[in-house]
Protein backbone atom coordinates (compact mmCIF):
# COMPACT_ATOMS: atom_id res chain seq x y z
CA UNK A 1 0.00 0.00 0.00
CA UNK A 2 1.51 3.16 -1.43
CA UNK A 3 -0.01 6.29 0.66
CA UNK A 4 2.40 9.20 -0.43
CA UNK A 5 -0.40 12.15 -0.46
CA UNK A 6 -2.22 10.54 2.89
CA UNK A 7 -1.00 12.57 5.96
CA UNK A 8 0.56 10.46 9.01
CA UNK A 9 -2.51 11.47 10.92
CA UNK A 10 -5.09 10.67 8.57
CA UNK A 11 -2.58 6.88 8.11
CA UNK A 12 -2.63 6.45 12.10
CA UNK A 13 -6.35 6.59 12.07
CA UNK A 14 -6.66 3.93 9.42
CA UNK A 15 -4.27 1.70 11.70
CA UNK A 16 -6.23 2.68 14.70
CA UNK A 17 -9.20 1.15 12.57
CA UNK A 18 -7.83 -1.83 11.22
CA UNK A 19 -5.95 -3.07 14.62
CA UNK A 20 -8.91 -2.32 16.77
CA UNK A 21 -11.19 -4.65 14.69
CA UNK A 22 -8.45 -7.14 14.76
CA UNK A 23 -8.08 -7.34 18.35
CA UNK A 24 -12.25 -7.55 18.32
CA UNK A 25 -11.69 -10.18 16.10
CA UNK A 26 -9.50 -12.06 17.80
CA UNK A 27 -10.71 -12.09 21.22
CA UNK A 28 -14.36 -11.87 20.55
CA UNK A 29 -15.14 -11.09 24.35
CA UNK A 30 -14.04 -8.51 26.38
CA UNK A 31 -10.76 -9.27 28.66
CA UNK A 32 -12.38 -8.31 31.61
CA UNK A 33 -15.46 -9.13 32.39
CA UNK A 34 -16.53 -11.69 29.63
CA UNK A 35 -19.35 -9.28 27.78
CA UNK A 36 -19.28 -10.31 23.86
CA UNK A 37 -21.28 -6.99 23.31
CA UNK A 38 -20.30 -3.37 22.41
CA UNK A 39 -16.70 -4.64 22.12
CA UNK A 40 -13.83 -2.13 22.00
CA UNK A 41 -9.80 -2.22 21.47
CA UNK A 42 -8.88 -1.83 25.46
CA UNK A 43 -5.22 -0.30 26.16
CA UNK A 44 -3.85 -1.14 29.65
CA UNK A 45 -1.28 1.66 28.86
CA UNK A 46 -2.91 4.88 26.96
CA UNK A 47 -2.69 4.58 23.11
CA UNK A 48 -1.70 8.27 23.55
CA UNK A 49 1.72 6.18 24.60
CA UNK A 50 2.82 5.40 20.94
CA UNK A 51 5.30 2.47 21.62
CA UNK A 52 2.11 0.33 22.84
CA UNK A 53 -0.64 1.87 20.59
CA UNK A 54 -0.50 -1.54 18.80
CA UNK A 55 1.35 -3.78 21.06
CA UNK A 56 -0.83 -6.94 20.65
CA UNK A 57 0.16 -7.31 24.51
CA UNK A 58 -0.79 -4.01 25.63
CA UNK A 59 -4.52 -4.54 23.87
CA UNK A 60 -7.29 -6.35 24.18
CA UNK A 61 -11.16 -6.47 23.58
CA UNK A 62 -13.43 -4.64 26.27
CA UNK A 63 -16.93 -3.88 26.35
CA UNK A 64 -17.82 0.34 26.56
CA UNK A 65 -18.61 -0.40 30.39
CA UNK A 66 -15.51 -1.96 31.28
CA UNK A 67 -13.34 0.65 29.23
CA UNK A 68 -15.18 3.90 28.87
CA UNK A 69 -17.66 3.78 32.65
CA UNK A 70 -15.10 1.55 34.30
CA UNK A 71 -12.01 3.08 32.73
CA UNK A 72 -10.20 0.12 32.10
CA UNK A 73 -11.35 -1.97 35.06
CA UNK A 74 -7.14 -2.00 35.91
CA UNK A 75 -7.27 -3.76 38.63
CA UNK A 76 -8.66 -6.99 36.56
CA UNK A 77 -6.71 -6.01 33.07
CA UNK A 78 -3.67 -6.23 35.20
CA UNK A 79 -4.62 -9.48 36.73
CA UNK A 80 -5.51 -10.88 33.68
CA UNK A 81 -2.70 -9.77 31.94
CA UNK A 82 -0.65 -11.50 34.20
CA UNK A 83 -2.18 -14.75 33.78
CA UNK A 84 -1.96 -14.94 30.16
CA UNK A 85 1.97 -13.41 29.60
CA UNK A 86 3.73 -13.99 32.91
CA UNK A 87 5.01 -12.12 35.96
CA UNK A 88 6.83 -9.83 34.10
CA UNK A 89 4.53 -8.38 31.95
CA UNK A 90 3.69 -5.50 33.64
CA UNK A 91 6.83 -4.59 34.58
CA UNK A 92 7.77 -4.92 30.51
CA UNK A 93 4.96 -2.40 29.58
CA UNK A 94 6.07 0.02 32.41
CA UNK A 95 9.97 -0.22 31.04
CA UNK A 96 8.61 0.32 27.16
CA UNK A 97 6.41 3.28 28.27
CA UNK A 98 9.31 5.23 28.94
CA UNK A 99 10.50 4.85 25.28
CA UNK A 100 9.63 7.93 22.67
CA UNK A 101 8.29 6.34 19.22
CA UNK A 102 7.43 8.82 16.30
CA UNK A 103 5.34 6.49 13.43
CA UNK A 104 6.71 6.50 10.04
CA UNK A 105 4.48 6.43 6.98
CA UNK A 106 5.86 3.25 6.12
CA UNK A 107 5.62 1.19 9.81
CA UNK A 108 2.06 2.84 9.49
CA UNK A 109 1.43 1.33 6.47
CA UNK A 110 2.92 -1.92 7.50
CA UNK A 111 0.54 -1.89 10.40
CA UNK A 112 -2.15 -1.20 8.36
CA UNK A 113 -1.53 -4.20 6.29
CA UNK A 114 -0.59 -6.48 8.92
CA UNK A 115 -3.58 -5.92 10.49
CA UNK A 116 -5.91 -6.04 7.53
Do not use: P
Request: with cysteine.
Amino acid sequence: MKSKGISISKLKKKADNVFSKWIRERDKRCFTCGSISNLQNGHYVSRAINILRYDERNCNAQCVKCNIFNSGAMDTYALRLLSRHGKNILNDLAKDKQKLKSWTRQELEEIIAKYS
